[in-house]
């Protein structure tokens, strides 16, 4: 009867010991959205790109080109960081000198799993 108690104890310490099972996670994506706003300080124009992760999960680093009146000689790229859920990376960009007395379009492209690109006008 003892030697009996004395398994049952010894199985129910074991099975408490034990590692559990891992629980698979599932690895939510990011969702980027970029969006760009003109402004002119004095005699400077600019562009400020904001890009947004609005997934639930983190994003790596990524190569944002902006370019003008759809020219690519005039293209800038910057890297973004990692972005945690809901973080946002901005960065400002000069506008070209062409882009000074008339309208200017511009379009932001940023290179992640899921390409994201954005156009609008100054």
């Not at 990524?62 to 859920?85: H, L, Q």
């Not at 062409?98 to 100054?122: F, H, M, N, Y």
Request: glycine residues 6%; aromatic residues 2%; hydrophobic residues 40%.
């Amino acid at each position: 009867m003892q030697a009996t108690r004395l398994v049952l104890l010894l199985s129910a310490l074991a099975a408490a010991c034990s590692p559990s099972p891992q629980e698979s996670r599932v690895v939510e994506p990011p969702e980027l959205v970029v969006s760009g706003t003109c402004s002119h300080h004095e005699d400077l124009l600019t562009l400020a790109v904001a890009v947004t992760n609005r997934g639930r999960g983190a994003a790596a680093p990524a190569a944002a080109r902006v370019e003008f009146n759809g020219d690519p000689a005039s293209g800038v790229e910057r890297r973004t960081r990692s972005m945690a859920a809901h973080a946002v990376d901005t960065f400002e960009v000069e506008l070209p000198a062409l882009c000074s007395k008339a309208a200017c379009g511009w379009a932001i492209t940023v290179d992640s799993p899921q390409p994201v690109r954005e156009t609008g006008r100054c």
